[in-house]
């Protein structure tokens, strides 16, 4: 299985914040890869994509098209590359390249053969020095089980980059009927919300900083942006029902993802995303350790020290009851 063919994931432009090219490494497509190339090229960094498609691409071929890329961007600029790939391919000589030219490489945990592969894939990758960037499909199997997920990654696999991606799935002929049915494998609103919190709550108390993972890194954005102005208005709001439209959370939550917004809202509008109570209840537990790393980050310190602050707070409420004991006990 590619990335490409993952049938419950969305398309990989959907998944990478690119600022350059998509570069698919096989089929059709190089020619709008180079014409987004000429828009990307203005910025000072230029991130240059490339999809690892279904047909064989030789390390040769591969070593003289990055080449090419990088011969034509403007002076001065830096270009950062980015592959999604199976891995079925990264053999030493590719990875020993990819560390070279810094690539960061993307990983699909989605399917039986992806998942044979990604770990000796992610271990080979992490000897030769290549940060890896794992895909992964949260769905009602796996849902239940978000801090093991994690902590796999990161502790047995070195892995240093994740994205969730939820897994929703409609059955029937929803479009034509307005149907809402959902496959038995669909991430429940309520696992995704608690998948996020729980790796959420392990992240904010040793990872910010070591790991990235990106739903958590996007609302630290728009946490920041929306400290200085409050609730900015994002493209396409006027297309969201009501209910977005007067959420607290819209301006890190942006009415979650087009492809799920087939339910019906409070108010009986159409439009609502599949997972929005998830949605609402993990954007609404972070709120208060966004606010600090917004806070620190706008008076230019790390947000990182969000775990000090944590560890402290949580260090006086243990003891506050000791204390209130013992002074009851001294009184
Ligand atoms: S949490 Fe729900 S109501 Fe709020 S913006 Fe997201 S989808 Fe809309």
Known sequence: MTLGE????????????????VVPLS???????RRRQSRGARRRTMTVTWLDGREPVDFGSF????????????????????????????????????????????LSADGTAARRLLPETARRLRRHGVGCNVLYPVHAGNADEPVDAYRYF?????????????????????????????SARTVRPEQWAAFLVAVFDEWVRRDVGRQHVQIFEQALTAWTAAER????????????????????????CGGGSPGNRFVTSPHGEPGLDYLCAGYRQFFDHIDQPMQVMAAL????RDAAEVMTVIARYEHERQAAPNASASGRATS
């Open 6 to 21: 993952a049938p419950s994931a969305p398309g990989p432009e959907r998944w990478l914040a690119c600022e350059g090219p």
């Open 27 to 33: 089929g059709a497509g190089t020619g709008s890869g």
């Open 63 to 106: 070593r003289d098209a990055v080449e090419l890329a990088e011969r034509h961007v403007e002076p001065g600029t830096r270009v950062e590359h980015a592959l999604w790939t199976t891995g079925a391919r990264l053999d030493d000589t590719w990875c020993r390249f990819l560390a070279e030219r810094d690539f960061l490489v993307g």
């Open 154 to 182: 990161r502790d047995e696999l070195g892995v240093r980059h994740v994205q969730y991606i939820p897994v929703v799935e409609r059955i029937g002929e929803p479009r034509r009927a307005g149907g809402t049915a959902v």
């Open 229 to 252: 102005r409050p609730r900015p208005p994002r493209a396409g709001c006027e297309r969201l029902p009501l209910y977005c439209r007067c959420c607290p959370v819209l301006f890190a």
């Open 297 to 300: 980050l706008r008076s230019g």
